[in-house]
Every structure is written in C-alpha cells, then in structure tokens.
C-alpha cells in the first residue's frame, strides 16, 4: 500500500543541508529563549505592574525603576506567563 | 461476531492481528490515559491550593518542556538499543512518579515545587515514549498495515484526551487527587505490563561502533539524502507552523467573533479533538496507494481551508462544525505523513526520523504559537485563521507540480531502485 521509494543523493554539507537543520532545531532554540527569557523578567514586569496599579497615571515605561518595553514585550508572547 | 463487524474491524483495525504491535497499542493507550488524567490531576491540585493559573501553567511547562530537548537524544538510542526496554523504562518512571506523588498527597507533604518537578519527570518519560513507541510501530507490523498501525496508534492520542480525563476528573472531583494519582498509576502499570509482553528485537550493531554524535548527524543526513523523505517532513512542519498552531488564536478569535469571551475556546478545542479521532480512525482504512495519494492531498487542502471556513464563522456550532472538520484534515494528513515518512526510513534509523518529527512539530508550534499570539494583537485572530490557512492550502496545490510531490501523493511512477 505505501509503497513510496526514495533514491538517496550523495551527502555533502551544504547551505541547504544548514538549511534544513535550521528549519528543525531553530523554532526549539527560539521558543526555548522566549520562555526563559520571559521567566528571568516575569517579576520585573509584575512588579512595574503593581507600581502602575497603585498609581494612577504612573508611566511605567518613563519612570526610574520602571520595566523596559522589551521584557514587557517578551512576557506578553509567552503563553505561560 | 457478525460478519460486517469483522469486515470494519478487518479493514480499520487490520495491524492489531499482529500480537506485537496489539500488546503495543494497548500500553500506548493506557500511557496516553495516564498522561492526559496526570494534566487535569495536577491541574486541578494546583489550581485548588493556590488559585494561580500561572503555577497550573508551569507545571504544564515542565511537563513540555523535555520535548525541545529529549527526542534527540532518544531517537539515537532507539535505534541503538532494544526499543521496547526503553518504553518499558518510560512507563515505569512514570509508574513510579505517579505513585510517589499519591503517597506524599496522602501524607500531606506534597508541595507545588514537587509538582513541577514531577511533571518535569513525566514530561522526559513522555518525550522518550512518543518517538520510540512511532518507531517500534513501524517495525512491529508488514509495510501494508504501517498506515493502519499508525492510524490507530493516533485515534488512541487523540480518543485518550477524552478518556484519560473522562476516568479521572470524577475520580479527583469525588476522592481528591490522590484517586487520581493512583488512577495514572494503574493506567500506567498496565502499559508496563503490556509493553513487557512484546518481543524484543536485536537493534542494529553497526551503530554502536560510532559515536552518538556520529549516530546523531547520520540521522539528519539520511533524511537530507532523500528527498522524498525531507519533502514529506518539511511539508509536516509547514502544516504544523500554520494550521495547528492555533491554541493561541482561538480564545481571541471566540473574544472576537463568537461568545464576546474566550468561553467558546474549550468547546472548539473539542471540536477539533473529536474530528481528529475519527479522521484517524477514517485514514487506517485506507488500502490503496492512489486512495492515500488523494485523500492526503484532499486532507492538505482542507487543512487550511478549515481554517478559512473556521475564520468566517460567527455563531458557536457552526464555527465548532468548522472546527472538527480542520481538526479532521488536521489529524489525517499527519498521519499519513508519519506513515510515508516511517515507510521509506528502514528500521535502523526509524528511532531518529521519528524523533526529528517529534522536535520540529513541537518546536514549530510553540514558536508559532507564540507568534501568532503576539500577532493577533495586531491583526486579529480572524485575519491569521484566514491568511495562514490559505497560504497552507496554496503550498499543498503548489507541491503537485514537483515531481517528489507527486512521489508523495502516489501520482509519480515508482522509482526503480528502491531506498538502500
């Protein structure tokens, strides 16, 4: 029934060999980074947060002490935080 | 029996004859069980101690997480060693953990750091089991029920979602979580015992004279050779990045269109996971090469278009209706792609190509998932649905005009010299 065959081609490394591996592992290494990365500032960014809360009309971003855009940024992409 | 429910089963259920790969869907159904009752089990703990759905989540990270990095490591040993010791260990890692977390639930020292380490746990014994158990699949029933086997093996994952947390939730709801944990103990157990009864067979010994990098990079390299198993695995990934990477589009598109909320999130999510289970029954029966060609390059199409259909939808039960019917398309041109891509791998690689699967699809949709999460701010969740399903239906029309798409779809003349 599944009778697919497939001729193999002579192996050398090259940019679309590269390529390929990249399609493979780069979306791990990406999503890996996001996740850590939002986790190692999750608590920078709640903090602002609740500083925001308490004040109100506190730029966040503006303020000494506040949370850069990129880790507000990077928390918000991430599912689990 | 009656004679046309020995036809269906003879037809839908043609791989389980064979005692082997029966014994092996068994456990594989009871671990999947386990797995999905050990989700909601957890959930519901932690969820009840602490009321933080961002510890549930992390838990269900940890749980995740081995995925993106496991799979490699376990495809070189699947092909280096006997696979079924390998399951057997996985199911009694998660035996074991499981039962440990009901003695320290009971004894009231079960903490939420322990949780998350356990999940973690759980979470390696998964990686390693789902490659090696699509492996072992292939190797343990003839080339002409690989299709049906594997057809099978899905139906079970996805019939699991339902069954694993149908058993458990009442049994947590009920007697506490402890019933639950000693739930997946048992699902688990069985699976241990069913894996144990299937017979061993002698991996190759070629491979362990090189070492496990060489062993590694042989195995992307035997799938970059051939280019109609690097077609077939591409087109999957491309399939998974943008038609199943939709869990973060889903509460934002029933926000938009549907409920006014995310309330029709969980019902979709049902949608899709019913159409699933029965597409991959559906596909296992499926006897000829140019019946799987078409139904695959049907399913391609639907795939996306279910998207598009999904995207125009504005009342619950039609947009649910749209949704089974992707998850249908979804599930059944998976697996078909799983089984043209074990079919050509022969058995001493099987273990990498399987788990080369198992990373990119899982790395592909979580980074899909987080772009598209981010992007339906922007764009709405409505505009992605639409345009990413689209696009996708657009690459399977255009992968019939390459010759190894055609190979793949069975609209190609064989080729005379077959895969060494």
Redesign the interface.
């Known amino acids: 029934?599944?009778?697919?065959?497939?001729?193999?081609?002579?192996?050398k490394v090259s940019p679309?060999?590269i390529a390929?591996?990249g399609?493979?592992?780069?979306?791990?290494v990406?999503?890996?980074a996001?996740?850590v990365g939002a986790w190692l500032v999750a608590d920078d960014v709640r903090a602002a947060e609740a500083r925001q809360e308490q004040t109100a009309g506190f730029n966040v971003e503006r303020e000494g002490g506040s949370v850069a855009g990129w880790k507000k940024?990077l928390v918000?992409?991430?599912?689990?935080? | 029996m009656s004679r046309l429910a020995q036809n269906v089963l003879g037809r839908f259920g043609a791989a389980l004859q064979y005692t082997d790969f029966r014994n092996l869907w068994i456990a594989n159904a009871f671990g999947q069980a386990g797995a999905w009752g050990l989700i909601v089990t957890r959930g519901i703990l932690i969820y009840d101690e602490t009321e933080s759905s961002l510890l549930v989540g992390t838990a269900t990270f940890a749980a995740m997480a081995p995925l993106f990095f496991i799979p490699p490591i376990v495809g070189v040993l699947a092909d280096r060693m006997d696979r079924r010791t390998i399951l057997a260990w996985t199911y009694g890692v998660n035996t074991v953990q499981n039962l440990a977390m009901l003695f320290l639930a009971v004894s009231g020292l079960l903490e939420v750091w322990m949780i998350v380490v356990f999940s973690g746990l759980n979470g390696v014994a998964r990686a390693a089991q789902l490659p090696t158990a699509q492996a072992m699949s292939a190797s343990l029933v003839p080339r002409e029920n690989l299709l049906n086997a594997l057809s099978l093996q899905a139906s079970t994952q996805h019939g699991s979602r339902l069954i694993g947390p149908g058993i458990v939730t009442p049994l947590v709801a009920a007697f506490g979580a402890s019933a639950g944990f000693l739930a997946c103990a048992i699902f688990y157990v069985i699976g241990w015992w069913k894996v144990s009864q299937v017979s061993r067979r002698q991996p190759a010994a070629s491979l362990e004279r090189q070492s496990f990098v060489e062993n590694f990079v042989g195995g992307l390299s035997y799938v970059y050779v051939r280019p109609v198993l690097r077609f077939m695995m591409v087109l999957a990934l491309i399939h998974c990045g943008l038609t199943m990477a939709f869990e973060s589009l889903l509460p934002t598109f029933s926000h938009e269109k549907l409920t006014g909320d995310a309330s029709g999130f969980g019902t979709l999510l049902m949608g899709v996971g019913v159409g699933a289970f029965f597409a991959s029954l559906f596909v296992g029966g499926i006897q000829t090469s140019m019946a799987r060609g078409n139904v695959m390059i049907a399913a391609g199409i639907m795939s996306g278009l279910g998207q598009v259909v999904l995207s125009f939808t504005s009342v619950l039960w039609l947009a649910t209706f749209a949704a089974a019917l992707m998850g249908a398309a979804q599930a059944g041109f998976m697996t078909m792609s799983q089984a043209v891509t074990q079919s050509i791998a022969a058995d001493e690689f099987r273990g990498r190509v399987a788990s080369l699967n198992t990373l990119g699809l899982g790395g592909i949709m979580a980074t899909m998932n987080l772009l598209n999460g981010s992007l339906a701010d922007h764009f709405g969740a409505t505009a992605l649905l639409f345009w990413e399903g689209l696009f996708f239906a657009a690459i399977v029309l255009l992968s019939l005009l390459a010759v190894t798409g055609r190979r793949v779809y069975g609209r190609a003349p064989a080729l005379e010299a077959s895969a060494a």
Not at chain 1, 1 to 11: G, S, V, Y
Not at chain 1, 23 to 28: R, S, V
Request: charged residues 10%.
């Open positions: 029934m599944l009778e697919i065959d497939d001729q193999p081609q002579p192996f679309g060999f390929f591996v399609l493979f592992f780069l979306p791990i990406l999503a890996v996001v996740y940024a918000g992409i991430c599912p689990v935080h």
